[in-house]
């Protein structure tokens, strides 16, 4: 757990200097591209590594094994804000947030030759003289948007997936639907980075339809959402007590620099965590946006940003792993997605499956639980944009199954090689008996 000194003090210690004074070996914050002075695998909140060729190796232990089966969860890639500032567009460059170069396709068809339908996409409009204009950005982007440059990522994420799996191992030998499942969530970009991903994989299903599934928004166990008051009630208790609230107490110099700058003082919404400021602030300068900047010329200053990073990681950690609660927070909320998770792979086992590779496409919220129930080691950090789990399962010349878990490229340390029975073992012990009634009752 990251102690509230380190967190005040990290960025003098890592000495952030220069245009840009947010980058370190610690990690990347500008730019989807990790600069060449760092790791490849160096944290990069703007595009997380991920398993590509020049970099995957089979698993040490695995002479002759063979890849049999996989499961993916992903996390979406750059959108524009999914928070707005009281008096958002001040806080903006003129220009605002562009669009025009990403169409959102929109459109449904019926079954047969006589449901086709105009391929609608859809363009945000801001008129100039809208009377709330004042919230809202310049432009024609929404909030919580995939971008084009987001768009990008995720076809260069699929392109470097397929070079593994398909070029190099062997696994895939056709991107099609009766090998590969799709689940996202209700969310636009969720659908949009799929069908990114499976573009970058093969160019040619360019306009091709791709069944997608997705639960109803109310009980979706992805994102999640699914109501679970009792689950709610135990993070409020543990976001009550002085584990949390000390944080909040010693950066109060920094949250009233950031209310005076950006007009958010007594809003509870960026009173009780970061996560609003971390999300306006990594949008911003992921996508080569400053950092924001009143109509008095008072601006965000870089090792500003770089303390609310470092408590969004102190944050996101405490809440879905150090707290005392937290893991009994997260199998309440992921429960129902580890069950799923849990019962692919016994499918599997059983001889059960037809598909060879499931993916998820998710959110922050989804890759913190999942990294938390997992046990990925040292303190968690906030799951970066295009974060990425995989489960491979290998198997050797006995038939014995094996599983290797790969976390933003590399094997997660602890779960480089388990018995398939323990991996699956692992995964049921994040879902509790009789989930419904713990969360309503």
Not at 132 to 139: D, E, H, V
Not at 346 to 367: I, P
Request: some cysteine; proline content about 5%; charged content about 15%.
């Amino acid at each position: 757990m990251y102690s509230l000194l380190s967190l005040v003090s990290l960025a003098s210690v890592l000495g952030y200097t220069g245009a840009s004074d947010i980058d370190s070996a610690n990690g990347v914050y500008s730019g989807s591209q990790t600069p060449h002075q760092f790791p490849w695998n160096t944290y990069n909140y703007c595009n997380a590594p991920h398993v590509n060729a020049a970099h995957y190796t089979v698993p040490s232990n695995s002479s002759g094994a063979e890849l049999v089966y996989m499961n993916v969860m992903i996390r979406h890639h750059k959108r524009t804000p999914d928070n707005l500032y009281p008096s958002e567009n001040e806080l903006n460059p003129q220009p605002g947030w562009v669009c025009t170069d990403f169409l959102e396709s929109t459109y449904g068809s019926l079954q047969g030759k006589n449901g086709r339908s105009a391929h609608i996409f859809h363009e945000t409009f801001i008129p100039d003289t809208h009377p709330f204009l004042s919230q809202f950005w310049n432009g024609s982007c929404d909030e919580g948007q995939l971008t084009a440059a987001g768009l990008q990522d995720v076809i260069a994420h699929g392109k470097d997936f397929v070079a593994v799996y398909m070029d190099k191992v062997r696994f895939l030998k056709a991107v099609d639907q009766n090998d590969i499942w799709i689940r996202t969530s209700t969310e636009d970009r969720t659908y949009q980075v799929a069908g990114g991903w499976l573009y970058g994989m093969n160019p040619s299903l360019d306009n091709v339809p791709f069944k997608v599934h997705n639960e109803p928004a109310s009980i979706d166990s992805l994102v999640p959402s699914y109501s679970c008051p009792n689950a709610d009630s135990l993070r409020n208790q543990y976001q009550s007590i002085p584990a949390w609230t000390d944080h909040l107490n010693a950066n109060a110099d920094l949250k009233a620099r950031l209310d005076a700058t950006l007009g958010t003082a007594g809003l509870s919404a960026w009173s009780s965590w970061y996560d609003h400021f971390f999300d306006t602030f990594t949008s911003r300068t992921c996508h080569g946006h400053p950092l924001p900047c009143n109509s008095t010329g008072a601006c965000v200053a870089p090792e500003d940003a770089v303390k609310v990073f470092q408590i969004g990681d102190f944050e996101y950690n405490y809440i879905w792993k150090a707290a005392q609660g937290a893991s009994t927070y997260n199998s309440l909320t992921f429960g129902v997605m580890f069950q799923e998770l849990a019962q692919n792979f016994v499918a599997f086992q059983k001889g059960q499956e037809t598909f060879k590779l499931r993916l998820y496409v998710g959110h922050d919220g989804s890759m913190i639980r999942l990294a938390s129930g997992l046990g990925i080691q040292g303190p968690l950090r906030w799951p970066a944009l295009g974060s990425e789990f995989v489960f491979e399962v290998w198997r050797m010349h006995d038939r014995s199954l094996f599983v290797r878990v790969m976390h933003e490229g590399t094997p997660a340390v602890g779960l480089e090689w388990l018995p398939l029975d323990n991996f699956i073992t692992l995964l049921e012990s994040n879902v509790p008996k009789n989930i419904f009634e713990q969360c309503l009752n």
